[in-house]
Every structure is written in structure tokens, then in C-alpha cells.
């Protein structure tokens, strides 16, 4: 039973353009909520977060929206850019616990 | 500082056989996940290590164990290997506190034949 899910396994984007990438979640006790990326041959990196208390957080070109009433949250990427191509990770986690839980990602490419 | 190295790289094993992987995590990290990530799995959590002791698991069968040493570092051993074995093994660090960013090593890729 997947808790978090990334229901597009792929999306391709012109560069400067925006990407939005989707995460829905299905516990309600998740509070906070990350986002990884992944290029091929490394392993994930931080790439931003947001707690439940908040509905949006910004850092550069990437900002996360956090919907709760929906139980989804999306990463927009503004302008897109050819090193964004990677795949993204979603995750989610709550206040009691050590370990995230982990959606099976989104490949993004960006075209030149 | 360095950052979570995972040895070695690459492993090919066939089946019936063993496999053990290490992790050092990032100098003060306390704490040391595994997972496993197969094409369109995602990653899926192995086990946690905290202090030497496993702290979280996930749902994989008992084939997949793993220990922690005084200094933090971890392996992950695989017994009777199975074809659908074959992954990339991710380890991810923290200090050890709820809620801390994990790091991740670049991982093991493993190919079981």
C-alpha cells in the first residue's frame, strides 16, 4: 500500500519553461515533507522541504506547495534548466518518526 | 567534510550465494538506513541502524540483515541471493534525531545472475 505516490513516472519540459512535479500522500499524520533528486550513478540529494504548518516554501528556482485539505503537494521548478533533468523523489514523514517514507520518483527531462 | 561512502560500487553474484556491503556515514552521523531501489520501486526502506542497534525496519524477509559498529559504520548483508536481488543499495546518514535529512551515499549496484 503506497503512502506516497508520484503518479507520473516521467515528464518532459523545453528549457525555461516551468516543471511541476506531483506528489499525493494518503496518511493523514504526515507533517513534513521533502523533496530529493537523484542523477544517475549518485545517490539522492536534499533538495527542499515544507512542514504541514506552512503551504508554501521557496528556495530559488524551486518552490514546493503543500495542499493538505487534497493531501498533495507539487514542485514547481521555474525556469527549467538541462542539469534539472534528474529523477525527483518525494517524501513524507510525521512528528513520531525517524525514517521518510518514499513515493518511486519522477524522471524529469529537460530539453534544450 | 566527507560524505557517506558506500563500497563497493559494483557486485555481481549468482544466485544461491552472499553479499555483504558497508557504509561509512558522514563524520558525527549516528544513524545509518538502508534502502533498495529497483526501476519503478522507488526506494524501499531496508533497516536503521542507531548506536549498534536496529532502530526501524522495513518489510523484507529475514535473507536481509544488517549490523552497525562502534564507529557507526554499517553493512548490509544478503543471504541466498534471488535474481530480483539484483538493485542499486542506497545508505543514507543522519545525526539520528526525527525528522533530520538524510545523506546518501552514491550506492552499490548489484547484479545478481
Known amino acids: 500500500d503506497q503512502q506516497v505516490k508520484q503518479n507520473s513516472p516521467s515528464l518532459s519540459v523545453q528549457e525555461g519553461r516551468i516543471s511541476i512535479l506531483n506528489c499525493d500522500y494518503t496518511?493523514?499524520?504526515?507533517?513534513?515533507f521533502l523533496w530529493y533528486k537523484k542523477y544517475p550513478a549518485e545517490g539522492p540529494t536534499f533538495l527542499i522541504s515544507i512542514s504541514s504548518i506552512k503551504d508554501k516554501n521557496e528556495d530559488g528556482r524551486f518552490t514546493v506547495f503543500l495542499n493538505k485539505s487534497a493531501k498533495h503537494l507539487s514542485l514547481h521548478i521555474v525556469p527549467s534548466q538541462p542539469g534539472d533533468s534528474a529523477v525527483y523523489f518525494c517524501?513524507?514523514?510525521?512528528?513520531?518518526?525517524?525514517?521518510?517514507?518514499f513515493g518511486r520518483g519522477t524522471s524529469l527531462i529537460v530539453h534544450p | 567534510k566527507a560524505g557517506v561512502t558506500q563500497t563497493p560500487r559494483y557486485l555481481i553474484k549468482t544466485r544461491g550465494q552472499q553479499v555483504t556491503l558497508s557504509c561509512s556515514p558522514i563524520s558525527g552521523h549516528r544513524s545509518v538506513s538502508w534502502y533498495q531501489q529497483t526501476p519503478g520501486q522507488g526506494l524501499q526502506f531496508l533497516f536503521e541502524y542507531f548506536s549498534e542497534t536496529q532502530r526501524n525496519k522495513g518489510n523484507f524477509p529475514g535473507r536481509f540483515s544488517g549490523r552497525q559498529f562502534s564507529n557507526s559504520r554499517s553493512e548490509m548483508n544478503v543471504s541466498t541471493l534471488e535474481l530480483g536481488d539484483s538493485a542499486l543499495y542506497l545508505c543514507?546518514?543522519?545525526?539520528?534525531?526525527?525528522?533530520?535529512?538524510?545523506?546518501f551515499g552514491a550506492g552499490t549496484r548489484l547484479s545478481v545472475l
Open positions: 517524501a513524507a514523514s510525521n512528528g513520531g518518526s525517524y525514517i521518510p517514507t
Open positions: 543514507a546518514s543522519t545525526p539520528g534525531a526525527k525528522g533530520d535529512i538524510q545523506y
Open positions: 496518511n493523514s499524520m504526515f507533517d513534513y
